[in-house]
């Protein structure tokens, strides 16, 4: 390729570059995307009254709080709080505060309403833990200045909503008290606190909504005992379930002492089976029950009576009673009638007439409702409407109204577990020359525009067609394999069980698939997907099929929970076929073995470290056969500090599908100190990972062979006080051990201890190398180390002559049987962030130098030259040291704000990044994930190896031909000119 | 200070003192010491002469070489079974008591159950701290007997595993758990059977032991049976390295008279360093100019002076192109 020639070129002109490659402001965009979400919608609020922009605010599971616009979806701004900073209640106060309560209840927070900035923060400190709960008081009147309540950590707090300031502070510090509902009565100053006291005892709380003055008490007393949560019904009635889950128990508590009524669920329900729950309506004087998969309708008459009105399918979401107008309530009712959604609001005290009935379209890749919040607006003819913000299974918002779907989010995207790539279809032959045609104008006018851009003589507005040519550029986002190995299909799978492809050129969703077996089932209550990995890559063989993927879930939650597997077709999304509920799963080896259809075979490690073959064919059997007696692997008990090494035995014995599974054998084991050291981290290789060259020429000559093993595995134990949260404990009694263990023999390589550091650690293993990151509460920073390890029995084959007659031990297998002579550089550095996710860039052949990308705590990627990080690093380096690159030593890294991957942009909630390599040498393909997802390429030592996209071919043509030219007119001119002097 | 020391430290410090000291007497008593040598090894000698069991040797790698040097022959030690370890207490007049230990190394051929296959007998010294160290490890190892030679050559011909393991914790074994380590078989033959532990402790913990041929096992792995079926092992107790210490400097400011922080201007470059590339190109543009105007008027001159010899050097030119 001609491009390749030009390389040469570029080469010279970039060899002078300093470390690190940053971007043009122009260049945003050209080949990174980020998409913004926020996860699954847990509450919304509307505000829709008296402001121009129309708008909801969401709290999600996420623990993002966000402002959407109402029209399109877009996010008016949003807050991302920490990841043990969940929120557990949001309302509007006084038409301009978005109050949030988090944290257990121990915050109470109040952001503005147009921008999102935090206007005030006030803290509950509490003596225990219990329920949370959030009074805005929304219903009283506006204009004065109203207080919050909220509930936490056990005290009942007053919180003034303008200033964040605690008016009172009730503290129920009783341990055995726990508050259920607090009632705030709209026309008196008079909250009620309502809860058990033990199991069997109910109490209620008069207090002054002025001073927190304890205005009367209650108690009465329930033989049955109560169950779960209290429901209230209306303002003076509230609804439990009994001990035994079998009697519906109602206590009104207003006008003068407390009254408790029974009644069996079975009269209302008829028979039934199974867990009970109980749904709030928040609407007049009823409530609706959860049993026998049906949700019953009931409502309560003033003098206690119960009366079944409606029954109706569980598949459905009821939304929040709404106050419509004069008193008038609304509730929203969203089922699944087949393909189709059918929203219904109801009439809280005529239950009969429904306000509206509307039938939606609506794909069937988003699972069933999880949760309905309606909202009413007046219509142009003056009459109400009503639109619903509508979560899905598949964690998607969607925004309905007059019957169709306005907008929808695809919020299942901030929850990624774990993501793969698939290379695209190649392209067919056979490009139709009228297209080529067509477009020869565009191509002419747009280089013309390019050049112009050039040359410095565009004007504004040409620089902003020029920018967007480059965006919508059709190269990098068509539906084909490209040389460079740019365009890929990433397929991500998310926490609600869906399956997404993405682009990698524009981030664009290619398809979506809610994965059946994924989803909850009578054998699989609460399945959750765990991991992805390449299921099959037709290669040569099987060059008609679509690449598949594997997808490994689990039932529950616990490790010996039964495993589901599925198979997914790459290219279409199809689910292929799954296998499931099987085996427990808790380990999934990919070997390096692929049967003739190039499916990929895999060991499926299970609790009690079994091993299980899949594909399950006789072919994949025989293939494994061969290689038995190689297989290794090991587990690593966390909890009991153990790590222990396995080889196949035999044959399952008690199993059915006794061929493809075989019984472990001890090898061998390590076992921590329990009392001093705890496992905290543990990190291998990437097994797609290639390294090129086995040896490193050193400054003076010299040859120093990497210790590679694909089985080595990076393990820190740190002393107990020291794995946990940094400050609670003193340099003194922690420290931090870093291992390096071959998996084969259980050999321990190297072996350090960091005295008066502590977890957490992250590191990244890589070649020969491990980086990791800690804390050092010594020097009160963060640390990164490095430790390269040689191997000295090939040290030897530094004779060149012995090279060339073939003297030398360097093409011999190795075994980890032998005994090793690995010598072990290391070295430290101070770095000033912490870390949540680090990782290295990996290249096609491994040629490219590394860098290390480094996800900080202000949710940016970061990369850091490897170069950096070496522990041949000397305060003065030789002459010869400093030509090989080798940087003058220093005690911290920098941070060299160009690095930033993600230049201006943040990817929330950072949790983890992917490195796919490109075809190309120079590039990898850089994907972060949080709640936000975040791509681009990165060429670590520039892209040495091709030119980059806004290279102007016309002004190199131009050239070219300028220069022909040239050449033929000084030709003619000598020709003339010696002829001229013959005839002299 | 010494509060803020560990006791990992205060140890390693304590080791250090001792070795700087050995090392200082070792070379002045170099010669008494290798007669000593010569008479202890051949009191070993004899010793191992007249026990019955000739079949064990036992070899031991130091690597706190503080206590290098050979002391109280190991075969004396009687043999213990794991379930019940005798810690022998004895008293000194060193703050830092002593006492011996003995633990037992168990093997095991590809599945069948552990046996005992050695003993392991070690010096737990207990620092006036409360620190306390395995330190003169020696190992004597069972040789193997008539009904394990048949299960080791069948290991020896299906290419199997041969494990060991020893207790994680020496003074209540077996601790938590074994600590496991195996090999194939087929790597240890060489004349005997050679083998080498790798223990790692910490403290009086064993955290691994790694087990295996002393030189490499090169794969794929050939049948030899040993010529001679004994032991000969060699053991390496190793403890954690500490380190290295991230290197913290001092910055350099150079603070200006002004209270500013300046900048060390860089050293003035001579003019020539600094204008190379573009006085090259001009002095070949002024030489290649001065040249034209030397050969101009020379030219001239030849073209007016001398019209006859233009004219002759003008016809062999024709000549040669009729040609």
């Known amino acids: 390729?001609?491009?390749?020639?030009?390389?040469?070129?570029?080469?010279?002109?970039?060899?002078?570059?300093?470390?690190?490659?940053?971007?043009?402001?122009?260049?945003?965009?050209?080949?990174?995307?980020?998409?913004?979400?926020?996860?699954?919608?847990?509450?919304?609020?509307?505000?829709?009254?008296?402001?121009?922009?129309?708008?909801?605010?969401?709290?999600?599971?996420?623990?993002?709080?966000?402002?959407?616009?109402?029209?399109?979806?877009?996010?008016?701004?949003?807050?991302?709080?920490?990841?043990?900073?969940?929120?557990?209640?949001?309302?509007?106060?006084?038409?301009?505060?978005?109050?949030?309560?988090?944290?257990?209840?121990?915050?109470?927070?109040?952001?503005?309403?147009?921008?999102?900035?935090?206007?005030?923060?006030?803290?509950?400190?509490?003596?225990?833990?219990?329920?949370?709960?959030?009074?805005?008081?929304?219903?009283?009147?506006?204009?004065?200045?109203?207080?919050?309540?909220?509930?936490?950590?056990?005290?009942?707090?007053?919180?003034?909503?303008?200033?964040?300031?605690?008016?009172?502070?009730?503290?129920?510090?009783?341990?055995?008290?726990e508050v259920q509902q607090i009632i705030q009565s709209p026309g008196r100053d008079v909250v009620y606190v309502l809860g058990f006291v033990g199991s069997s005892s109910f109490d209620a709380y008069q207090i002054n909504g002025k001073n927190g003055e304890v205005m009367h008490h209650d108690t009465a007393s329930f033989a049955g005992g109560f169950s779960g949560n209290t429901l209230l019904v209306s303002d003076d009635v509230l609804v439990a379930?009994?001990?035994?889950?079998?009697?519906?128990?109602?206590?009104?508590?207003?006008?003068?002492?407390?009254?408790?009524?029974?009644?069996?669920?079975?009269?209302?329900?008829?028979?039934?089976?199974?867990?009970?729950?109980?749904?709030?309506?928040?609407?007049?004087?009823?409530?609706?029950?959860?049993?026998?998969?049906?949700?019953?309708?009931?409502?309560?008459?003033?003098?206690?009576?119960?009366?079944?009105?409606?029954?109706?399918?569980?598949?459905?979401?009821?939304?929040?009673?709404?106050?419509?107008?004069?008193?008038?309530?609304?509730?929203?009712?969203?089922?699944?009638?087949?393909?189709?959604?059918?929203?219904?609001?109801?009439?809280?005290?005529?239950?009969?007439?429904?306000?509206?009935?509307?039938?939606?379209?609506?794909?069937?890749?988003?699972?069933f409702v999880r949760k309905v919040f309606i909202n009413n607006y007046i219509r142009t003819d003056r009459s109400h409407g009503f639109r619903a913000l509508v979560v899905m299974e598949?964690?998607?918002?969607?925004?309905?109204?007059?019957?169709?779907?306005?907008?929808?989010?695809?919020?299942?995207?901030?929850?990624?577990?774990?993501?793969?790539?698939?290379?695209?279809?190649?392209?067919?032959?056979?490009?139709?020359?009228?297209?080529?045609?067509?477009?020869?104008?565009?191509?002419?006018?747009?280089?013309?525009?390019?050049?112009?851009?050039?040359?410095?003589?565009?004007?504004?507005?040409?620089?902003?067609?020029?920018?967007?040519?480059?965006?919508?550029?059709?190269e990098k986002s068509k539906m084909t394999r490209d040389h460079n190995g740019f365009r890929k299909l990433l397929i991500v799978l998310t926490r609600g069980g869906k399956l997404f492809a993405l682009h990698t050129g524009d981030g664009r969703i290619i398809w979506s698939r809610l994965l059946e077996s994924l989803r909850k089932s009578e054998a699989c209550e609460h399945p959750t997907g765990l991991r992805i990995y390449t299921w099959q890559v037709p290669h040569h063989h099987a060059m008609d099929e679509n690449p598949s993927v594997l997808v490994v879930g689990r039932c529950q939650q616990n490790l010996d929970a039964p495993g589901i597997l599925s198979f997914v077709d790459a290219y279409t999304g199809s689910e292929i076929k799954s296998v499931g509920p099987v085996h427990s799963v808790l380990q999934v080896i990919p070997l390096p073995f692929t049967d003739s259809t190039e499916q990929r075979l895999h060991l499926l490690i299970d609790a009690k470290q079994r091993v299980h073959l899949y594909p399950r064919s006789r072919e994949a059997l025989s293939i494994f056969q061969q290689e038995r007696s190689n297989i290794y692997w090991y587990s690593v008990e966390a909890d009991k500090s153990i790590i222990r090494g396995y080889a196949i035995k035999r044959t399952c014995v008690h199993e059915d599908a006794g061929d493809y599974c075989f019984e472990p054998r001890d090898l061998w084991s390590v076992v921590f100190p329990g009392k001093s050291e705890k496992i905290v981290s543990t990190v291998t290789q990437k097994l797609n990972e290639v390294v090129h060259t086995q040896a490193k020429v050193m400054a003076e000559q010299e040859l120093m062979y990497k210790y590679i093993s694909k089985n080595l595995l990076f393990v820190a134990t740190a002393s107990p006080k020291a794995s946990h949260e940094i400050g609670s404990a003193i340099p003194d009694e922690s420290f931090l051990v870093v291992y390096l263990i071959d998996t084969i023999t259980?050999?321990?390589?190297?072996?350090?201890?960091?005295?008066?550091?502590?977890?957490?650690?992250?590191?990244?293993?890589?070649?020969?190398?491990?980086?990791?990151?800690?804390?050092?509460?010594?020097?009160?920073?963060?640390?990164?180390?490095?430790?390269?390890?040689?191997?000295?029995?090939?040290?030897?084959?530094?004779?060149?002559?012995?090279?060339?007659?073939?003297?030398?031990?360097?093409?011999?297998?190795?075994?980890?049987?032998?005994?090793?002579?690995?010598?072990?550089?290391?070295?430290?550095?101070?770095?000033?962030?912490?870390?949540?996710?680090?990782?290295?860039?990996?290249?096609?052949?491994?040629?490219?130098?590394?860098?290390?990308?480094?996800?900080?705590?202000?949710?940016?990627?970061?990369?850091?030259?490897?170069?950096?990080?070496?522990?041949?690093?000397?305060?003065?380096?030789?002459?010869?040291?400093?030509?090989?690159?080798?940087?003058?030593?220093?005690?911290?890294?920098?941070?060299?704000?160009?690095?930033?991957?993600?230049?201006?942009?943040?990817?929330?909630?950072?949790?983890?990044?992917?490195?796919?390599?490109?075809?190309?040498?120079?590039?990898?393909?850089?994907?972060?994930?949080?709640?936000?997802?975040?791509?681009?390429?990165?060429?670590?030592?520039?892209?040495?190896?091709?030119?980059?996209?806004?290279?102007?071919?016309?002004?190199?043509?131009?050239?070219?031909?300028?220069?022909?030219?040239a050449i033929f007119v000084t030709w003619v001119w000598s020709e003339r000119k010696e002829l001229q002097e013959k005839w002299r | 200070m010494s509060t803020f020391h560990s006791r990992r430290q205060q140890t390693a410090a304590r080791e250090e003192k001792a070795n700087a000291f050995l090392r200082r007497t070792r070379d002045e008593a170099m010669e008494k010491l290798n007669l000593l040598r010569l008479l202890l090894l051949g009191l070993a000698v004899v010793l191992v002469g007249l026990r019955p069991s000739t079949a064990f040797q036992s070899d031991e790698l130091l690597v706190e070489d503080e206590e290098f040097g050979l002391e109280g022959s190991a075969a004396d030690i009687p043999y213990a079974r794991p379930s019940a370890p005798t810690p022998i207490r004895r008293r000194s007049s060193d703050p830092d008591s002593d006492s011996k230990i003995q633990f037992t190394l168990e093997h095991a051929f590809g599945d069948s159950d552990f046996s005992p296959a050695g003993t392991f007998s070690a010096r737990l010294k207990t620092w006036n701290h409360g620190g306390q160290t395995l330190t003169k490890l020696r190992f004597s190892r069972n040789a193997l007997t008539e009904a394990e030679k048949e299960p080791f050559q069948k290991l020896l011909q299906g290419d199997d595993f041969y494990r060991i393991r020893l207790p994680s914790d020496v003074l209540s074994p077996p601790g938590r758990d074994y600590i496991a380590s195996s090999v194939k078989a087929r790597c240890l033959p060489r004349d005997g059977l050679d083998e080498h532990f790798v223990i790692h402790m910490e403290g009086v913990k064993l955290l691994a032991v790694n087990y295996g041929a002393p030189g490499a096992c090169p794969y794929p792995r050939q049948l030899k049976l040993p010529s001679k079926w004994a032991f000969n092992s060699h053991t390496v107790l190793k403890s954690s390295e500490q380190a290295q210490r991230t290197p913290i400097f001092t910055e350099e400011i150079t603070v200006g008279e002004n209270g500013e922080v300046g900048v060390a201007p860089p050293p003035e470059r001579s003019f020539w360093a600094k204008y190379w590339m573009y006085l090259i190109p001009l002095g070949l543009i002024v030489m290649n100019a001065i040249t034209q105007a030397m050969n101009m008027p020379e030219e001239q001159a030849g073209a007016q002076g001398q019209p006859g010899g233009g004219a002759a050097q003008r016809a062999p030119s024709s000549a040669v192109r009729r040609r």
């Open chain 1, 241 to 367: 379930l009994d001990a035994a889950m079998s009697h519906l128990i109602t206590i009104s508590f207003q006008g003068g002492g407390l009254s408790i009524n029974e009644k069996p669920i079975s009269n209302l329900v008829g028979d039934f089976a199974g867990p009970v729950e109980i749904l709030a309506l928040k609407l007049g004087r009823m409530f609706a029950l959860k049993a026998n998969k049906l949700i019953t309708f009931i409502s309560i008459s003033n003098d206690g009576k119960l009366d079944v009105l409606e029954k109706i399918n569980s598949a459905a979401a009821i939304s929040d009673a709404l106050s419509v107008s004069d008193g008038r309530h609304a509730v929203g009712l969203v089922q699944q009638v087949d393909n189709k959604v059918e929203f219904t609001v109801k009439l809280g005290n005529d239950w009969n007439t429904n306000l509206l009935k509307e039938t939606i379209n609506m794909d069937h890749q988003r699972g």
């Open chain 1, 746 to 965: 259980g050999r321990i390589l190297q072996r350090m201890t960091h005295q008066g550091c502590q977890a957490p650690v992250h590191a990244v293993f890589s070649e020969n190398w491990v980086v990791y990151h800690y804390f050092n509460l010594r020097a009160h920073r963060y640390e990164m180390s490095v430790i390269e390890i040689y191997d000295q029995s090939r040290a030897d084959n530094k004779d060149v002559l012995k090279l060339v007659v073939g003297k030398h031990n360097l093409t011999s297998p190795t075994s980890s049987y032998s005994r090793p002579e690995v010598v072990a550089k290391s070295q430290s550095y101070f770095f000033t962030h912490s870390v949540k996710a680090i990782t290295v860039t990996l290249t096609a052949k491994g040629i490219t130098s590394k860098q290390l990308l480094i996800g900080t705590i202000s949710d940016q990627v970061l990369a850091l030259d490897k170069r950096y990080l070496d522990p041949r690093r000397s305060l003065n380096p030789s002459q010869a040291e400093k030509e090989e690159g080798v940087i003058p030593l220093t005690d911290s890294l920098p941070i060299i704000p160009q690095s930033y991957v993600t230049h201006a942009l943040k990817v929330e909630g950072l949790r983890g990044i992917v490195t796919v390599p490109a075809k190309l040498e120079s590039t990898t393909l850089v994907f972060s994930y949080g709640v936000d997802i975040f791509f681009t390429r990165l060429a670590p030592s520039r892209t040495y190896d091709s030119l980059t996209e806004d290279f102007s071919y016309a002004l190199l043509l131009i050239t070219i031909v300028a220069l022909i030219a």
């Open chain 1, 394 to 474: 598949d964690h998607s918002l969607l925004l309905v109204q007059q019957g169709e779907i306005v907008w929808g989010r695809e919020d299942g995207l901030a929850s990624i577990l774990d993501v793969t790539t698939s290379e695209l279809p190649v392209e067919k032959d056979g490009v139709s020359v009228s297209k080529v045609e067509q477009n020869l104008f565009e191509w002419l006018k747009g280089h013309i525009l390019k050049l112009k851009g050039t040359l410095m003589l565009a004007s504004p507005e040409d620089m902003v067609v020029i920018q967007g040519m480059r965006l919508k550029s059709s």
């Open chain 1, 1 to 177: 390729m001609a491009a390749r020639i030009l390389a040469v070129f570029l080469l010279l002109f970039l060899s002078a570059a300093p470390l690190g490659s940053s971007l043009y402001e122009d260049q945003v965009g050209l080949m990174d995307w980020h998409q913004k979400y926020i996860g699954k919608v847990k509450h919304a609020v509307f505000h829709t009254q008296r402001s121009g922009r129309k708008r909801v605010v969401v709290s999600t599971e996420e623990n993002v709080i966000a402002s959407l616009d109402l029209r399109h979806g877009d996010i008016f701004w949003r807050r991302v709080l920490g990841a043990n900073d969940v929120v557990d209640a949001i309302d509007v106060a006084l038409g301009k505060f978005v109050i949030t309560l988090s944290s257990d209840g121990s915050t109470i927070r109040a952001w503005n309403l147009p921008d999102g900035l935090m206007v005030w923060e006030t803290f509950i400190r509490g003596s225990k833990s219990s329920k949370s709960l959030l009074l805005s008081g929304t219903n009283s009147k506006v204009d004065k200045d109203n207080t919050i309540l909220a509930f936490g950590e056990g005290c009942l707090v007053a919180v003034s909503s303008a200033d964040g300031e605690v008016l009172w502070k009730k503290d129920f510090a009783d341990a055995s008290f």
